[in-house]
């Protein structure tokens, strides 16, 4: 059975930063892309980033570009979001997800972790 499960969400103040790590297991994740997703309060759910199955590109919401960056070990099944300046504006639920590619409605998804940003 396929499960994602994130960590390292908490309250951080605005300027800070943040990494947070998916655990994956119960299926062939280097198969997969994993995708990281936030929902924001009042807002509707988008999509922060995505990286490829070989880990060799990777995509951004424009929001967020040149401040996150996602990664992952395929010797440890992980994957990580490394968040830095962050803003108010990223509060949310943050969650990874995995499908064959870079999708809008990913098959699998984790619970999700939260992230409130602010003083």
């Known amino acids: 059975q396929a499960q994602l499960v994130e960590s390292g969400g908490g309250l951080v103040p605005p300027g800070g930063s943040l990494r947070l790590s998916c655990a994956a297991s119960g299926f062939p994740v280097d198969n997969y892309a994993i995708a990281w997703f936030r929902q924001a309060p009042g807002k509707e759910r988008e999509e922060v980033s995505c990286i490829t199955h070989r880990g060799d590109a990777q995509r951004y919401a424009d929001s967020v570009k040149g401040r996150f960056t996602s990664s992952r070990d395929s010797a440890t099944k992980m994957a990580y979001l490394q968040m830095n300046s962050l803003h108010p504006a990223d509060t949310g639920i943050y969650s990874c997800?995995?499908?064959?590619?870079?999708?809008?409605?990913?098959?699998?998804w984790g619970p999700g972790t939260q992230v409130p940003v602010s003083s």
């Open positions: 997800t995995a499908d064959h590619t870079c999708s809008e409605h990913p098959r699998s």
